[in-house]
């Protein structure tokens, strides 16, 4: 019998049980496929909601936490395990300056550094840049992670106090009295006193079969992958809602589509074309660049992207953390922090109503 056991080994379910493995009791982490290759894998790593104020309050605030936290937690799975998550301070360039009004009384808001570019200054920050723009929004403070190393990087710093349980899909949550007593897998059941369901995109599908499930939907990104010579392009930078993300060693990323496509992680050749075309709109040097890779992930949509964390109603010892959408990397660190002081009866570190499973959300 395990004192926890964690559904789901994304960024959420790996963070829970990085969190929860700090006290002395035993973790279960079962998985159904591998850790860390689903939609943690598949996403960009901006530390920083697209458009932050455009975010419920809500959502800002796990932000801002899990922002202030990252430099600390980087550092300690690279001292854990001897594999950098590469967290650095790129910045995030906004190219839609129509926004400025509203991104500079956010930043007044919540004390978040937000400039102002002009023509000169954006031509001196990003000189590659080909899209010749009056101003641009800076947000110097914003980091962005590599998060296919983070997930390895957190999947090492847990091996040695949390079983990890791969290639075993959980079918079923068991519950008598009105409690959790375990869950039902492919392999056969396994008992705990509590269980916390961190299975992104497919945490609906689970529930619905004890009961109510909370609105999470699967929300295809694809996301294509040049790769260059290193420093071509400075900053992450971000224009009507597509972005671009230059990693240390010369690849860049470009993300990201939004689509309903059920659980289909197909990729199109439209989508791989409106990337390429964003791409080599604003930087066209990429034209002589590979394009390395392109793919698609599930992001777990929930309404106006504010993620369930939480317990869950009705069945004592049942917990949620999913649903966190187009932000579960930036949200990460506070989420998993927020579900472990639920579970331990601790102080939360932040209000946790918002997030409750029968808390409004959307219309
Ligand atoms: C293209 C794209 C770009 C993105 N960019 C960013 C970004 O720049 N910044 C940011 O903050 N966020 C970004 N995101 C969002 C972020 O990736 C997600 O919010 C986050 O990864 C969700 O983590 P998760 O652990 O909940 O889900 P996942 O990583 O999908 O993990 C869920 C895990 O649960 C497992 N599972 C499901 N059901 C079961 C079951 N029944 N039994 C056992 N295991 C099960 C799955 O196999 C999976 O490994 C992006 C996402 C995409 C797709």
């Known amino acids: ?29 079962v998985e159904m496929r591998a850790s860390g290759r689903e939609s943690s894998w598949a996403g960009g790593g901006i530390l920083s909601p697209l458009y932050p104020w455009r975010y419920a309050r809500s959502v800002t605030q796990l932000a801002l936490w899990s922002q202030a936290r990252y430099p600390e937690l980087a550092r300690e799975l690279l001292d854990l395990t001897g594999t950098d998550p590469e967290y650095r301070e790129s910045g995030l360039m906004i190219l839609d300056a129509e926004e400025r009004d509203l991104a500079l009384a956010w930043g007044e808001r919540y004390q978040v550094p937000v400039e102002l570019l002009d023509r000169t200054r954006l031509a001196a920050a990003e000189p590659n840049l080909a899209l010749r723009l009056d101003n641009a929004i800076w947000l110097p403070g914003v980091a962005q992670i590599r998060n296919p190393r983070l997930t390895s990087a957190l999947r090492a710093a847990i091996d040695h106090k949390v079983t990890l349980r791969e290639n075993e899909e959980v079918l079923d949550i068991l519950a008598e009295d009105g409690r959790v007593r375990g869950v039902r897998t492919t392999k056969g059941e396994l008992a705990a006193k509590q269980v916390v369901v961190c299975a992104g995109a497919w945490t609906a599908q689970l529930l619905e079969r004890i009961g109510v499930a909370p609105r999470i939907r699967p929300v295809r990104g694809q996301m294509m992958l040049f790769h260059t010579k290193p420093e071509q392009i400075a900053h992450v930078m971000l224009y009507r809602d597509r972005y671009i993300i230059p990693r240390q060693d010369g690849r860049v990323l470009i993300g990201g589509t939004l689509e309903e496509a059920g659980f289909s992680k197909g990729t199109t050749s439209t989508a791989k074309d409106v990337l390429y075309r964003f791409a080599v709109e604003l930087y066209p040097e990429l034209q002589r660049a590979s394009v ?72």
């Open 1 to 29: 019998m395990s004192d926890y056991l964690i559904v789901g080994g994304g960024v959420m379910g790996l963070l829970t049980a990085y969190e929860l493995a700090k006290t002395d009791a035993s973790v279960t982490l």
């Open 292 to 363: 390395e890779d392109h793919w698609a992930g599930l992001r777990p949509g929930s309404p106006d992207g504010i993620p369930y964390i939480g317990p869950y109603p009705g069945i004592d010892g049942l917990f949620v953390n999913a649903g966190h959408f187009r932000n579960g990397l930036v949200t990460g660190p506070a989420s998993a922090r927020l579900i472990s002081d639920l579970m331990l009866q601790r102080e939360p570190i932040v209000p946790p109503e918002p997030y409750a499973l029968d808390a409004e959300r959307g219309s």
